[in-house]
């Protein structure tokens, strides 16, 4: 059974800085391409980074570029978002997410395995 837990999530100011991991269990992480999405309140789920397979490519939502960097470690089967300069508008539940595909893909049907989420609330 795939199982993709998240952590790290929780309450921080404006300006700061948090750590989400995501452990992934049922699979080996180095055959999937992973990303983490979040969904702020009344609005949908959004892409907010990507990770390829090998590592070698990454992409990132527009507002998040030069704050948020994705890494996978696949010895230990965990993807991180770390993220700095929080703004209010980064407050959301953020969710992992993986698939049996060798690039990122930016939408919620290009992934198959999806964790339970945590929150993010930022404050000014």
């Known amino acids: 059974q795939v199982q993709l837990v998240e952590s790290g999530g929780g309450s921080v100011q404006a300006g700061g800085s948090l750590r989400l991991s995501c452990a992934v269990s049922?699979?080996?992480?180095?055959?999937?391409?992973a990303a983490w999405f979040r969904q702020a309140p009344g609005k949908e789920r959004e892409f907010v980074a990507g990770?390829?397979?090998?590592?070698?490519?990454?992409k990132y939502e527009d507002s998040v570029k030069g704050r948020f960097t994705i890494s996978r470690d696949n010895a230990r089967n965990s993807v991180s978002l770390q993220m700095s300069s929080l703004n209010v508008d980064d407050t959301a539940v953020y969710y992992c997410a993986a698939d049996l595909a060798y690039e990122a893909g930016l939408n919620e049907p290009d992934y198959k395995y999806w964790g339970q989420g945590t929150q993010v609330t930022v404050s000014s």
């Open positions: 990770i390829s397979r090998s590592g070698s490519n990454i």
């Open positions: 049922g699979l080996t992480l180095g055959t999937v391409a």
